[in-house]
C-alpha cells in the first residue's frame, strides 16, 4: 500500500514540469520537517520548516514572473515579505509553541511534544464550548441567513426606499459588538429590562425572567443578537448576488407558466449557489470566532453555558498563564474550521453537478 | 568695509548674549544644583487606573517642575487588555521604566524570573529603613517575596504600593430604615444577615449585589467564608493536596451560596453582572447589600453623591473564628530592571508615596493610602473601610497557591450552584476529582 503511494507520488513527479517539481520539494521537506518537530524540539528545525514555506513562496512567484519581466518580481516581493512575516512566520512560531509548556513570561520553555494536544482531547470544557460555538453558527446558519435572504429578496424588488432599508439593514453589522452587546444585556435585564417590561405590557409577565442568567436562555439569546448583529454582512452579498441574475431568466420562467415558489426554486437557488456557498463559509467563520459579544453579554458564564473557543484559549493564557496550551488549542481549532470550511465547499460542489 | 563691521557686529553680539545668558544660567545656580545631572531624563510609567489619570498628570508636573525630570503616565485600559500590553511587552522586552502588574503571584514571580523587575529591597532597607516603615506592612507583603518562597524567586521586596485596599461589604442606610432595620446596626453573622435580606425582600429591596460575573469575585467571598468556617490553615491544606474538598467544611461554604439563592438573597441576574453593573445597581439603591472593594468609595461617589451607605464585614458564619477580607497593595509600580533610568524611577517612586504625594492622591482619588502617616483627609467612608486593614489577606501572600484550572471550576461551580444546576457535595465531588487529576499532572 505504501509502495504504491510512493509509486504515484514518484510518477506524479516524474511527469511535472520543473517548476512543480521544486515547488512540490520544497514543500514535502517543509511538511517532513514539521512532522519531527512534533515530536523533537530543534531550533534548526523550526527555521528550516519556515524556510522552506517562505522559499516555496518565493520561488512560485519567482518562476511566474520572471518569465514576464525581473521588476515585476521586485514589485512583488515587499507583499511577499509580509505575507511571509506576518502570516507564515506566526503560524510557525504558534505550532512551536503548541509543543510547549510556557507562561508566557519566562525564558524558559519546556518541550511538552504531543501532551498539549492530548490534553484537548481530554478537556471537557473545551468541547462544551465547541459545542456552544456550534448551536451560535446553527443559528446563524438558519435564522440570520433566513432573515438576510428574505430582506434581499425584498429589497431586490422595484420597492419604494430600496435604498434606505439596505443602509437600515447594514447598520447592526457597523456597530461596535462591545456596545451592542451592553445594549442587549439591558433590554435582557431580569429587572429593568425592556424585553421584560414589554412582555408585561402584553400580558405575559410569566414569560419574564433574567435572560442572560438563566442557563436554559442564555445562550439561545447571545445567538440571537449574534445573528442580528450579523445579518446585514450577509443580507449584502445576498443582494449582489440577486443582482447578478439577468431579469430575462425570470421574464422566460413566468412566460412558460411558472409561479414566484417555481420562479425562485428553479432560476434564483441554482444560480444563487455559488452566492449561498460563500455566505455559508462565512456565517461559519464569523459565528464559529464569535468572541466580543459574548464577553460584553455574559462573560462566558452563567457557569460554562456561552464559553465558546476564544474565551476557552484567552482564559488559558491569561487566566492559567499556559500560553503553550492555549496555541495548541487555537490551532485545534484552526484545524477544525478549515474541515469545516472543506466539507462545505465539497458539498457545494456536488450541489452544483446535481 | 561695511560688510566686515558687520560681521564684527554680528559676532560681538553672539558673544555678549552668550556670556549673559552663562551669567543668568549661573545666577539660577543653588536651586537648580541638581538639574544638570537629572534634566532632561525621562520617565516613563504604564498604569490603568482611569480614576487617577488626572491625579497622575498633576503629580508628574510638580515632579518635573522639582526635579528637571518629565515623567510620562501612560493609560491602557481596561484591565485586560493592559494586562496582555504588558506580557507583550515583557515578551518583546520593550517595558516601560515603571508599570503595574494585574495577576497572580505566580504572574509577578514569572516577570521576575525573567529579570522584568528590579528588587527594591536595598531602596528599601536605606537609612534604617526609612521607605520601608513608612508604608503599610501588608501593602508591602503583596510586593514581597520571602526566603523559600514556592516560586523560587530571589526574596525581596519587588514593588511599591502607591494604595491600599481590601473587600468588604457596604450596606444602603436609607433601604435598611425603610425595611425597619437600624441603619447604625449591620448584621454581624449569618444568622443576623439571612433575617436581614428577608425584612429587606419583604420591603421589596433585593439584597446582596456583587459583580459574580467576574469569578474572581466570587472566589473572593468564598475563601473568605472558608476561612471563617474552618481557619487559614486548613485553606491551606486543601491548597496542598492534603485535606479534600468534600470535606464537610467546604460542603458548607459552598451551602452558604445555595442558601443565599434558595432564599432569593442575591440580585436578580448575579451569575453574569459585571461589578461595574453592580455598582451601578448599588449606587442606584436597586440592592441593599454589595461586595465590593474599597475602590468603590471613589465609584459610587461618581455615580451617587448622596449616597448614604456604611461598611461592614461579610457576616460570620463561624462566631469563634475572625472574619478575614481579601485586601493590602491596592495597585502597585514594578521599576523594570533593565531601563536606563532605573535610579531615577526607583527616586520618583519614593517621591510618589510620600506623604505629601499620598494625602494628595487620596483626597483626589478616594482612595486608601499606602502611606501610613497619611491622615486627617481620609472621608469617614474611607476611614471605615481601612478600620478592616487587620483582618486583611490576600492570595498573594498565602504560603501556597491553588492550581489556576481548580480556581477556575471552584468559581464556575458556585455559578452553577446559585443557577440551581449544582449541589454543594456535587461540585465538592467535582473539585477533589479535578484536584487529584492537576496534582497528578504537577508531579
Redesign the interface.
Known amino acids: 500500500m505504501i509502495a504504491e503511494k510512493i509509486k504515484q507520488f514518484y510518477n506524479l513527479m516524474h511527469n511535472a514540469t520543473p517548476k512543480q517539481k521544486v515547488i512540490g520539494t520544497v514543500l514535502f521537506l517543509a511538511a517532513l520537517e514539521t512532522f519531527f518537530l512534533l515530536f523533537h524540539d530543534s531550533a534548526v528545525f523550526w527555521v528550516l520548516a519556515y524556510g522552506s514555506v517562505t522559499l516555496a513562496l518565493l520561488f512560485l512567484v519567482l518562476a511566474n514572473l520572471i518569465k514576464k519581466s525581473l521588476s515585476a518580481f521586485f514589485f512583488v516581493v515587499p507583499a511577499l515579505l509580509i505575507f511571509s512575516i506576518f502570516y507564515i512566520y506566526p503560524f510557525f512560531k504558534v505550532l512551536q509553541l503548541s509543543h510547549h509548556a510556557w507562561?508566557?513570561?519566562?525564558?524558559k520553555m519546556t518541550f511538552v511534544g504531543l501532551s498539549n494536544f492530548f490534553e484537548i482531547m481530554k478537556d471537557r470544557i473545551w468541547w462544551v464550548s465547541m459545542g456552544n460555538a456550534g448551536y451560535i453558527t446553527l443559528i446563524a446558519l438558519t435564522f440570520q441567513n433566513a432573515l438576510a435572504l428574505a430582506l434581499a429578496l425584498a429589497c431586490d424588488r422595484q420597492i419604494r426606499a430600496k435604498n434606505f432599508y439596505r443602509v437600515i439593514f447594514f447598520i447592526p453589522p457597523v456597530l461596535s459588538e462591545v456596545v451592542v452587546g451592553l445594549i442587549w444585556?439591558w433590554i435582557y435585564?431580569?429587572?429593568y429590562g425592556f424585553l421584560n417590561y414589554t412582555l408585561g405590557l402584553l400580558g405575559l409577565q410569566h414569560l419574564a425572567h433574567?435572560w442572560?442568567?438563566?442557563?436554559n436562555t442564555?445562550l439561545t439569546c447571545v445567538a440571537i443578537i449574534h445573528s442580528w448583529k450579523g445579518f446585514g454582512w450577509g443580507f449584502m452579498i445576498l443582494l449582489a448576488g440577486l443582482q447578478t441574475i439577468p431579469k430575462e431568466l425570470y421574464e422566460a420562467a413566468k412566460v412558460d407558466g411558472a409561479n414566484v415558489w417555481q420562479s425562485f426554486k428553479n432560476v434564483t437557488i441554482p444560480l444563487m449557489i455559488p452566492v449561498f456557498v460563500l455566505v455559508m463559509i462565512l456565517t461559519i467563520l464569523g459565528s464559529m470566532q464569535a468572541f466580543v459579544l459574548i464577553l460584553s453579554?455574559?462573560?462566558g458564564?452563567?457557569?460554562?453555558h456561552t464559553e465558546v473557543p476564544v474565551t476557552r484559549i484567552l482564559?488559558s493564557m491569561?487566566?492559567?498563564?499556559?500560553f503553550g496550551y492555549a496555541c495548541a488549542q487555537g490551532l485545534t481549532f484552526g484545524v477544525i474550521l478549515m474541515m469545516v470550511s472543506f466539507a462545505q465547499m465539497g458539498i457545494s460542489r456536488k450541489l452544483k453537478q446535481a | 568695509m561695511m560688510n566686515r563691521l558687520g560681521i564684527f557686529k554680528k559676532t560681538l553680539s553672539s558673544l555678549s548674549l552668550f556670556l549673559l545668558s552663562t551669567v543668568f544660567m549661573s545666577g539660577c545656580g543653588t536651586q537648580g544644583a541638581q538639574r544638570p545631572q537629572t534634566a532632561g531624563k525621562k520617565i516613563v510609567v504604564w498604569h490603568w487606573m482611569t480614576d487617577r489619570e488626572e491625579a497622575f498628570q498633576e503629580l508628574a508636573k510638580r515632579y518635573e517642575a522639582k526635579t528637571g525630570i518629565k515623567v510620562v503616565f501612560e493609560l491602557y485600559a481596561p484591565s485586560d487588555a493592559y494586562s496582555q500590553k504588558v506580557r507583550a511587552a515583557a515578551q518583546a522586552r520593550a517595558l516601560p521604566d515603571i508599570f503595574g502588574l494585574l495577576g497572580e503571584k505566580r504572574d509577578f514571580a514569572a516577570f521576575i524570573k525573567a529579570g522584568h523587575v528590579a528588587n527594591l529591597t536595598g531602596a528599601m532597607e536605606e537609612q534604617g529603613g526609612a521607605w520601608k516603615n513608612l508604608l503599610y506592612e501588608k501593602a508591602l507583603a503583596v510586593n514581597e517575596f520571602r526566603t523559600d518562597n514556592p516560586y523560587g524567586v530571589e526574596a525581596g521586596i519587588y514593588g511599591v504600593p502607591i494604595d491600599v485596599m481590601n473587600i468588604q461589604m457596604v450596606y444602603n442606610k436609607k433601604l435598611f430604615q425603610k425595611a425597619g432595620l437600624d441603619p447604625a446596626r449591620p448584621p454581624k453573622d449569618w444568622a443576623e444577615f439571612v433575617a436581614d435580606c428577608q425584612k429587606l425582600k419583604e420591603a421589596g429591596t433585593q439584597g446582596l449585589v456583587s459583580g459574580w460575573g467576574e469569578i474572581w469575585m466570587i472566589d473572593c467571598l468564598a475563601s473568605n467564608f472558608a476561612f471563617n468556617i474552618m481557619g487559614p490553615d486548613k485553606v491551606f491544606a486543601t491548597i496542598r493536596g492534603e485535606v479534600p474538598y468534600t470535606d464537610p467544611d467546604w460542603v458548607k461554604v459552598f451551602s452558604l451560596f445555595k442558601e443565599m439563592a434558595d432564599r432569593g438573597m442575591l440580585a436578580s441576574g448575579i451569575v453574569t453582572m459585571v461589578n461595574k453593573t453592580a455598582e451601578q445597581n448599588f449606587a442606584n439603591e436597586r440592592s441593599a447589600f454589595a461586595f465590593n472593594g474599597s475602590w468603590c468609595v471613589n465609584v459610587y461617589h461618581g455615580m451617587n453623591p448622596s449616597l448614604d451607605y456604611g461598611v461592614m464585614l461579610p457576616p460570620k458564619v463561624n462566631l469563634k473564628n475572625p472574619m478575614y477580607i481579601w485586601g493590602g497593595a491596592g495597585s502597585s509600580l514594578l521599576v523594570n530592571d533593565r531601563s536606563a533610568v532605573k535610579e531615577e524611577a526607583v527616586t520618583f517612586l519614593k517621591w510618589l508615596t510620600a506623604t505629601e504625594q499620598q494625602a494628595y492622591l487620596s483626597e483626589t482619588t478616594r482612595n486608601l493610602p499606602s502611606n501610613r502617616k497619611v491622615s486627617g483627609s481620609i472621608p469617614e467612608i474611607l476611614a471605615d473601610f481601612s478600620k478592616g486593614m487587620d483582618n486583611v489577606t490576600h492570595p498573594n501572600i498565602w504560603p501556597v497557591n491553588e492550581l489556576p484550572k481548580v480556581i477556575e471550576r471552584f468559581d464556575k461551580g458556585i455559578q452553577s450552584i446559585i443557577i440551581g444546576e449544582k449541589t454543594p457535595e456535587g461540585l465538592a465531588e467535582e473539585l477533589a476529582k479535578l484536584k487529584a487529576e492537576e496534582m497528578a499532572k504537577q508531579k
Request: hydrophobic share 20%.
Open positions: 507562561d508566557g513570561i519566562s525564558p444585556r435585564d431580569g429587572d433574567n442572560l442568567s438563566d442557563p442564555a453579554m455574559t462573560g458564564g452563567p457557569g460554562y482564559a491569561q487566566g492559567s498563564s499556559m
